[in-house]
């Protein structure tokens, strides 16, 4: 049973930085790609950021330039580092494991404001 737990949510104010990780009970080599998706609040879940087991990523425009997503093998986690955060990043971060099928986190919440 594949589990997903993601950690680092919170409150920070604009232009602040978080880091989000997603602890994978399985190996992520065996995944097509790991990614981190959010959810706000009236709003549908949005893909922010994906990177595929070559290491090839992509990214919401919306955070091109600001978040970086990475992986680390040996310890089955994906980060997202935020950077330069805004109010409208404001929402619920799920991480995502694709295969043959989707696996999600519970999900962690992250709120910009001032």
């Known amino acids: 049973q594949v589990q997903l737990v993601e950690s680092g949510g919170g409150l920070v104010h604009p232009g602040g930085s978080l880091r989000l990780s997603c602890a994978v009970s399985?190996?992520?080599?065996?995944?097509?790609?790991m990614g981190w998706y959010r959810q706000a609040p009236g709003k549908e879940r949005e893909l922010v950021a994906r990177?595929?087991?070559?290491?090839?990523?992509n990214y919401a425009d919306s955070v091109k330039g600001r978040f970086t997503i990475s992986r680390d093998g040996p310890k089955n986690t994906v980060y997202l580092q935020m950077d330069s955060l805004k109010p409208e990043d404001t929402a619920v971060y799920y991480c995502?494991?694709?295969?043959?099928?989707?696996?999600w986190g519970q999900g962690t919440q992250v709120t910009v404001s001032s």
């Open positions: 990177i595929f087991n070559d290491g090839h990523t």
């Open positions: 399985g190996n992520i080599n065996s995944f097509i790609s």
């Open positions: 995502n494991a694709a295969a043959y099928r989707h696996w």
